[in-house]
């Protein structure tokens, strides 16, 4: 399958459905991530979840098709990377902690210029995000949570 508005050639969608808190939260009911074929039923995810949680780039998930979609049915096996997740106080933020984060080697995906996915690799330097995150959320500056610990 080739998606050639975006070049993820070979990429398809695995969707996730979402529970929404008694707040609304996620404000979406079903995210979608990319992934690459390992056979009819398994696929490895090739992105960061924004809403999902358990959930990490890198793992390798069944899926169940539903009227021509892949929805994630579970955890084949982890891919050994981690998921956090950052929401910005202020938009205005977003360049200054993009370039803060660069130094830590995870990856970085943006939803919007205040939601942050972060994929914590095996390079990434852990305690230092940690601590720069916690030293941020302290200084009311964003929030953050762990959505899947590889750790």
Known sequence: MVDAKDGRAGLVKVLFRL??????????????????????????????????????????????????????????????HGTIRVLLKRTEQLDDVLEKLEGFRCGIEVAEPRLLAIDVQVETSLAALLEFLDAEEAAARLGYEVGCKSW
């Open 19 to 80: 529970e929404r808190d008694l707040s609304g939260w996620p404000p979406l009911n079903i995210e979608g991530l990319w992934a690459k074929e390992i056979n009819e039923s398994e696929y490895m995810l090739c992105n960061v979840p924004f809403y999902v949680r358990g959930i990490a780039n890198g793992d390798v998930v069944s899926v169940v098709e539903e009227r021509g979609e892949r929805f994630f049915e579970n955890v084949v096996r982890e891919g050994g």
